[in-house]
C-alpha cells in the first residue's frame, strides 16, 4: 500500500504537468523543468549512452551539450499520442513528441517516463528518449 494516495489521478494530471515541463524546456527555464524532476531522477538521454543517475548526472549532460548560438533550437514541442497507466502511486506514460526546429527538419522523439505520487504531486523518477531519425508523424507503422 503506497504510504499516500494521489489526490489527483496520474491521468489528469500528468498531461498538464508535460505542458509546464516543454513550456519550461522552450524557454530555457530549467528551474521550473527541474521542479517536476525527482532529485534522484534516472534518464536515458536521446545523445546519452549511459544511463544518468538525478539532478546532478542530468546537469552534467547539460553542460556537455554543444553551444550552437540557437541554430538548431526547437521552436515549438507537441505531444501525440499519450498513454498514461498508473497503479496506486506510481504511473507510466508514453508518448511521441515533434519537435519543431528553428533551422532544420521537425525531429520525432519517442518518449517513455515513470512517475510516483510523493510529498502531494507527481513527480518524475525516470525518463526515456529516443530520436527516430528521419521519422515523420504520424509514425508509419503505428497500430491504430
Not at 532529485?39 to 549511459?50: C, L, R, Y
Not at 519543431?100 to 517516463?113: F, G, H, L
Not at 530520436?131 to 503505428?142: E, F, I, K
Amino acid at each position: 500500500m503506497p504510504a499516500t494516495i494521489p489526490d489527483v489521478p496520474a491521468e489528469d494530471a500528468i498531461p498538464e504537468i508535460f505542458e509546464k515541463i516543454y513550456a519550461a524546456f522552450l524557454a530555457g527555464d530549467t528551474e521550473t523543468l527541474d521542479s517536476y524532476l525527482h532529485d534522484d531522477i534516472t534518464i536515458w538521454g536521446m545523445s546519452e549512452p549511459a544511463l544518468s543517475f538525478g539532478k546532478s548526472g542530468l546537469n552534467a549532460i547539460r553542460a556537455r551539450r554543444p553551444a550552437d548560438a540557437g541554430e538548431n533550437a526547437a521552436t515549438r514541442l507537441t505531444v501525440h499520442d499519450m498513454v498514461i497507466d498508473s497503479h496506486e502511486d506510481v504511473a507510466w506514460v508514453r508518448h511521441i513528441i515533434v519537435a519543431e526546429m528553428r533551422n532544420a527538419d521537425p525531429a520525432v522523439v519517442r518518449c517513455t517516463s515513470v512517475w510516483r505520487w510523493m510529498a502531494g504531486s507527481w513527480l518524475q523518477v525516470h525518463s526515456h528518449e529516443e530520436l527516430l531519425p528521419g521519422a515523420r508523424y504520424p509514425v508509419l507503422g503505428a497500430e491504430a
